[in-house]
């Protein structure tokens, strides 16, 4: 079997053998000028769709080219089932978040406006590139869903009862937040972080009310909330996800 190529690209069109997709101008400009790759050269596509498949590049001039699909390398695997709730952050924090969030297997990615949010608009395009860039680099084949910012009380008031709710509580007693998930018994999960000024008072008897929500601390120190994001998803995926030995 030849080796898998190292240079991976998200397109959005229909991925099958024997297919051939025309470059947008950037993805042409990337892959003829800035990577310098010669007509014939095999790179990666997917989709989030189709899986993941083998391409030829084939040059149509210094700024166009076509990619000829040869094979797939792997079928579309459905991935963790894993929702990223947060309150949003400024540009550069919000990017490195989303990248690191779909990194480590977050299935949707949803702003949560909160009374004490410092940033209520996000750019959900650039949103949606940086969860691309992520995929492109970490060898994934699924992209997360990503929705418009909604309140956190109409949020929890259209929760889907079979999914658990770990609310990332900066005022819960830090009792071990390993216990507090082995309590829960996964499947359908969803992790909430909220703003560095933390949930109000009411925001928190709200979250605390629901049978679905669990609480968990972060531990004694007070982290930024994007660093926060890394700690809780990786709590989740080591007690509750895919990070646990295959039964």
Not at 73 to 78: F, K, M, S, T, V
Not at 158 to 178: A, M, Q, T, Y
Not at 228 to 238: E, I, K, P, R
Request: with cysteine; aromatic share 6%.
């Amino acid at each position: 079997m030849s080796e898998v190529p190292s240079i991976r690209l998200y397109v959005d069109a229909a991925l099958a053998e024997g297919a051939v997709i025309e470059c947008d101008r950037a993805q042409a400009n990337y892959l003829l000028n800035v990577l310098r790759l010669n007509e014939g050269r095999e790179i990666a596509l997917f989709n989030g769709r189709d899986g993941e498949w083998r391409a030829r590049v084939e040059r149509q001039g210094r700024k166009s080219a076509l990619l000829s699909l040869v094979a797939q390398l792997r079928p579309q695997e459905a991935g963790p089932d894993l929702h990223y709730l947060f309150a949003p952050l400024k540009k550069a924090r919000l990017d490195y978040m989303v990248q690191k969030a779909v990194e480590l297997g977050a299935s949707r990615l949803t702003p949560v406006l909160t009374e004490y949010c410092q940033v209520e608009r996000v750019n959900l395009e650039r949103m949606r590139a940086n969860a691309i860039e992520a995929a492109e680099q970490c060898g994934l084949i699924s992209l997360p869903l990503i929705d418009s910012p909604v309140k956190l009380v109409d949020l929890i008031g259209e929760w889907d009862k079979n999914r658990s709710l770990v609310f990332c509580n900066e005022k819960h007693e830090i009792s071990g937040p390993v216990a507090d998930l082995e309590g829960l018994q996964g499947g359908k999960m969803a992790v909430l972080i909220g703003p560095e000024g933390g949930f109000s008072p009411q925001e928190a008897l709200l979250l605390q009310s629901q049978e679905f929500v669990t609480s968990i601390s972060l531990g004694p120190r007070i982290m930024r909330a994007d660093t926060a994001a890394v700690a809780a998803l990786s709590l989740v995926n080591a007690v509750l996800g895919d990070w646990r030995p295959a039964d």
